[in-house]
């Protein structure tokens, strides 16, 4: 489980990273560019805010993928019985 | 459309009137031609005991609230008095003309862009000029979509559509069949419950239903109009890169998600319930794909009880054809009933615009299409608004108003037309790709409203982004948006407050904020 939880949450740090430096590129330099202030600040803001985010939920989305990967090809399996 | 001065608007439903608050507010001159004799739409003249299908909060004007009192799932008269008086309130009830029906379009003789308008009133009829008319006409009260089947000649009982159905009393003591499986059928099923002495439900297909509350607990905003429930849905025409990942590999996430969605709403809804023939009311489309077509509801509470309680028997099938006394379904049961009400929605007229405008605008069997659901790239000076079907209607119609707006006062720029026509041509292929078929395909947004409403924001250089405080990043990812996200945006003065950005266009343009 300490396994799990570890590699759930380091997964959910390489998200959050790529998920930030791509929301402040978003926020950040298009505000910039239009000369709207604050935009940098704003841009780190959600930025580190996704990337915490991901920290606390990276377990919990490995499970739900783990999940769906197993759970989907019983339910075709059981969906093409009943068809059949 | 720099030089707009004058705007005609066809309809005085909640689309027509935003509008024509937004534009007369910019200080153009606006008239509105409603053909009923009272303004408000479908709201004008609903079927029995309607309502609005959703909480109170979501279905307003962002910048003139319901007033406090108002009840949830607002009544519909309650709400028809509701846009009574946000026309006075901002003073365009001189604006508009009841009783005046606009019979065609064309384009203006003096070779000046803009249309001239006939309109008949009383019996006469007249012409007016105007650089810009906007189509308001809406999604749902044009023409009644009434299918015949064989042998309706024979039919000895009533033949009605819902929106006639305006009382209980057409259906009191009567054997009643409703066919269709949406909003209104549903409505009209528990109208003929309450007084019938027998009520059906016939439909093709069983769809899944939104609880007004998600596991009794949770209002239904929560698990639908949050940007996290967005990236979960099929994904938008432009996908963000964390969306295309979401549905590349992490694809077991989204189908878990949906999957589980289903078992909540399968036990919920107790949708396994045995109906007519032992078919149940499971749905054969997954949620994700069903609630992107046309009988996407928030029925009733007291609908499934009263079907389990066979009060209402449901029938999963079609009409064959009709007998002397009643209805043979295609299951084979024949059903003894002497009202029929078709809840099987509406055809949109466009009679009133030129053939060869018709021509541009599409002939397809899905509805036209339109650059950003409100032009065409060949139809100068033409604008639909309220061509688009969403959840929350009244916020979509309103920045619908506000682009449309921005647009006349120079605040942003159209690509040019090649662009918008590829635009729309990408959209056609998004949407034909998996969004269920109707002949309404082509306006139809629903979910996927948030991502248009960020469009039309950023076309004209605001920000999509309308959490605040905080905790903003959280509620952006998690929080509902509802129409008091928009307050600034819809009254205007969301450009003092905020910053206007250039939009892309108007960058390119040169224009300067």
Known sequence: MDNFLLIGTALGALLGLLHGVYLFRQIAVRATADGIPGGKAQGLYYALWAFILWILFGSYVLAFWILGLLAYPIVRLVQRQRVA | ?513
């Open chain 2, 1 to 513: 459309m720099n030089d707009v001065k004058r705007v005609g608007i066809i309809g005085a439903g909640v689309a027509g009137i935003a509008t024509a608050k937004t534009l007369t507010a910019q200080g153009l001159d606006c008239t509105v031609f409603e053909k009923a004799d009272r303004l408000g739409g479908v709201w004008a003249d609903g079927y029995s005991n309607f309502g609005v299908q959703a909480q109170k909060e979501l279905y307003q004007f962002p910048d003139w609230p319901l007033p406090k009192g108002t009840p949830n799932f607002t009544p519909g008269p309650v709400f028809q008095q509701y846009l009574e008086d946000f026309v006075d309130h901002f003073d365009i009830r001189s604006k508009i003309r009841l009783g005046a029906r606009v019979t065609g379009l064309e384009r203006r003789g003096d070779g000046m862009p803009g249309w001239a308008m006939t309109v008949g009133v009383n019996g006469e009829t007249y012409e007016e000029v105007f650089d810009l008319v906007v189509v308001a006409t809406g999604l749902y009260s044009n023409t009644p979509n009434m299918p015949s089947f064989p042998g309706e000649s024979d039919y000895q009982g009533a033949i009605l559509h819902n929106s006639e159905v305006k009382t209980r009393a057409p259906l009191e003591g009567r054997r009643v069949v409703v066919v269709g499986y949406g909003k209104s059928a549903t409505d009209a099923a528990l109208e003929a419950a309450a007084v019938a002495d027998e009520v059906h439900i016939v439909f093709r297909e069983a769809h899944w239903p939104v609880p007004r509350k998600l596991a009794g607990v949770l209002p239904f905003k929560w698990g639908m109009l949050s940007r996290m429930s967005g990236a979960l849905l099929n994904p938008y025409q432009r996908p963000s890169p964390l969306v295309r990942w979401v549905h590349g590999p992490g694809k077991p996430i989204v189908w878990i998600f949906w999957r589980l969605v289903e078992l909540l709403l399968y036990v919920q809804c107790r949708l396994g319930t045995r109906i007519a023939k032992g078919k149940n009311l499971v749905p054969s489309t997954p949620i994700e794909v069903d609630c992107f077509g046309e009988s996407t509801m928030v029925p009733r509470p007291e609908l499934y009880g009263l079907i389990r309680a066979g009060r209402i028997s449901a029938h999963r099938t079609e009409i064959e054809r009709y007998t002397p006394k009643g209805v043979l379904l295609k299951d084979g049961e024949e059903l003894d009933v002497d009202r029929v009400v078709l809840a099987t929605g509406w055809k949109s007229d466009y009679s009133f615009i030129p053939s060869d405008a018709r021509e541009s605008l599409g002939t397809d069997d899905d509805g036209f299409y339109l650059y950003r659901h409100i032009l065409h790239p060949d139809l100068p000076n033409l604008a639909f608004i309220g061509h688009s079907s969403t959840f929350l209607s009244v916020l979509t119609y309103c920045l619908q108003a506000r682009w449309l707006a921005e647009l006349i006062a120079g605040g942003m720029v159209l690509p040019d037309q090649a662009s918008m026509r590829q635009d729309i041509e990408e959209m056609k292929i998004w949407k034909r790709a998996w969004m269920p078929f109707s002949a309404g395909r082509g306006a139809r947004v629903l979910l996927h409203m948030l991502h248009y409403h960020d469009e039309l924001l950023t076309d004209f250089g605001a920000n999509p982004l309308r959490k605040r405080g905080i905790l903003a990043p959280l509620k952006e990812l998690f929080a509902p948006y509802q129409p008091s996200d928009y307050t600034l945006i819809v009254s205007g003065d969301w450009d003092a407050l905020e910053g206007r950005s250039l939009s892309p266009g108007a960058r390119s343009a040169g224009i300067t904020s």
